[in-house]
């Protein structure tokens, strides 16, 4: 007995119908139904993963203990020890738990965006990871072991002596990776905004002075210390994100045709620009005449007439 194979329009047709079935409208419940089952997946992720690292919990506390070069801590808590490895869990959980988050996010938001969108979103979370993981790389091995070295030998002498809490370090260096994974993020910031409003290389080259300016004060902010080379080494990868930046947009921009709105804006600001000639060609023939008032009733209470200007043109 043959079985008949569906004709591949009917296929197509089939699949296209289920399509736009899962993203027909639904009701404000399924909504929170969808978003309550996705918030599941996540805490899930999260809990799945802490239990991972509570499993390795001191090869993670040594990782951790590593940029401050031998430095003792303590807590001043009997609580303190297990605040300690609960932080460490959660915030482990909730950072290999991010590829979860960012599935589950698009996820929910899907039907609202188009097939260009989801491309762009998909790229540019890829990419944002990528740099995120480089740039807490090097906040860990270059910028914070530099960092705690000065904070933490800088202002001692024989009777002070740092003496630092280890929930303290913890939340130190998570800001300080954190900034770290948020400054490598310059290049996709500038992509996402020249894909609302088209940039032009020459205008970021003339914002370049206040990149570096910004560069240097944040190198600042992270690594206080009056070592140029320091500074240097923590401002120059901010620097050079943001001359890649350019050299993406250059690349990005050649070529582009531009798209409906631009080509409004142009032709609106090309009739501004006409109209305000228009009216400077015209200032020069208007002047002002002072003409006295006959009008009693409008005279003020000092008796004196109140000037009135208006325009005549001059033949």
């Known amino acids: 007995m043959k ?3 569906k004709p591949a329009a009917a296929h197509r047709r089939t699949r296209s119908h289920r399509v736009s079935e899962a993203h027909a409208p639904q009701p404000f419940v399924e909504h929170l139904h969808e978003l309550r089952r996705r918030i599941y997946y996540v805490a899930a992720s999260v809990l799945i993963w802490g239990s991972a690292v509570y499993a390795i919990q001191q090869h993670v506390v040594n990782a951790l203990l590593r940029p401050s070069h031998g430095q003792h801590f303590i807590y001043t808590s009997p609580g303190g020890g297990i605040d300690f490895l609960f932080r ?3 915030y482990a959980g909730l950072i290999l738990s991010t590829p979860v988050i960012v599935y589950n996010l698009l996820g929910f938001i899907e039907p609202l965006m188009s097939r260009t969108s989801r491309r762009f979103i998909i790229w540019s979370s890829l990419t944002c990871a990528v740099l995120a993981l480089s740039g807490v790389a090097f906040g860990y091995f270059i910028g914070l072991p530099a960092a705690l070295h000065f904070l933490l030998h800088q202002f001692t002498t024989v009777q002070i002596k740092p003496l630092v809490t280890i929930q303290s370090y913890l939340s130190f260096v998570i800001a300080y990776m954190l900034g770290s994974a948020l400054l490598f993020q310059l ?3 500038i ?8 940039l ?14 910004a560069a240097f004060v944040l190198a600042g902010l992270m690594n206080p210390t009056p070592n140029l080379l320091s500074q240097l080494i923590v401002a120059g990868p901010f620097i050079l994100a943001y001359q890649f930046s350019i050299l993406l947009i250059a690349i990005i921009n050649r070529g582009r045709k531009p798209t409906v709105a631009e080509h409004l804006r142009e032709q609106d600001a090309a009739n501004q620009a006409r109209r305000q000639a228009i009216f ?3 200032q020069p023939l208007l002047k002002p005449s002072v003409m006295p008032h006959n009008n009693q009733a409008e005279r003020p209470l000092n008796g004196r007439p109140k000037p009135a200007t208006k325009f005549q043109f001059v033949q």
């Open 3 to 5: 079985i008949k194979k």
């Open 88 to 90: 460490i869990c959660v």
């Open 187 to 189: 290049p996709i910031i």
């Open 191 to 198: 992509i996402s905004i020249n894909r609302i409003k088209p």
């Open 200 to 213: 032009k290389p020459s205008s970021l080259f003339h914002y370049e002075r206040w990149v570096i300016l």
């Open 280 to 282: 400077s060609e015209a």
